[in-house]
C-alpha cells in the first residue's frame, strides 16, 4: 500500500490526483475503460467512430480536473455539465450498469491502494446513478 504524504494540518499534501500517480494513471483507467465499450452494443453506439480518441480525451481530462489535476478540460470545454452533455444519450439503468462493469475492470487493474479505490469508485458509482435519465429500456 502507498503512503499518503501529510501536511502540517494533517491532511494529505498533495491532491488525490498526484497521490494515485497523475495523468498516467487516470488515462490508464480510461483506456481500459475504453476496451470494454469497445465491444459493449449498449454503449458502443453512443460514441461517434471517429471520435472515440476524443471521448478517451474528454474524460480523462474530466477525471485529472475533478481530482485536483490540470484544469484543461474546463478551460477548453467550459464547465462540465454533465447531466446536459449526455441528455441526447438513452441512460437507462442498463446503459448506467454497464458503464460500472467496464468501469470497475479497469479501476480493479490500477490496483490502487484500498483507500484511493474506495474513494474514486464511491465517485464513479454516484456519477454513473446521476446520468440516468430515462426508465425506458
Known amino acids: 500500500m502507498a503512503d499518503i504524504t501529510l501536511g502540517p494540518t494533517g491532511g494529505p499534501s498533495d491532491s488525490f490526483f498526484t497521490q494515485i500517480g497523475g495523468h498516467a494513471t487516470f488515462e490508464r ?35 485529472e480536473q475533478y481530482w485536483g489535476g490540470p484544469s484543461t478540460y474546463s478551460e477548453q470545454r467550459g464547465h462540465p455539465r454533465l447531466r446536459m452533455r449526455h441528455m441526447p444519450f438513452k441512460v437507462n439503468p442498463d446503459a448506467r450498469d454497464r458503464w460500472l462493469t467496464h468501469m470497475r475492470a479497469a479501476l480493479d487493474e490500477l490496483a490502487l491502494p484500498p483507500m484511493h479505490e474506495e474513494a474514486l469508485w464511491d465517485y464513479l458509482q454516484r456519477a454513473a446513478y446521476a446520468m440516468v435519465n430515462t426508465f425506458e429500456e
Not at 459493449?40 to 477525471?63: N, Q, S
Open 29 to 63: 483507467l480510461v483506456r481500459r475503460f475504453y476496451e470494454g465499450i469497445e465491444h459493449d452494443e449498449v454503449l458502443r453506439p453512443m460514441y461517434p467512430d471517429d471520435d472515440m480518441d476524443g471521448a478517451v480525451w474528454r474524460l480523462t481530462a474530466f477525471l
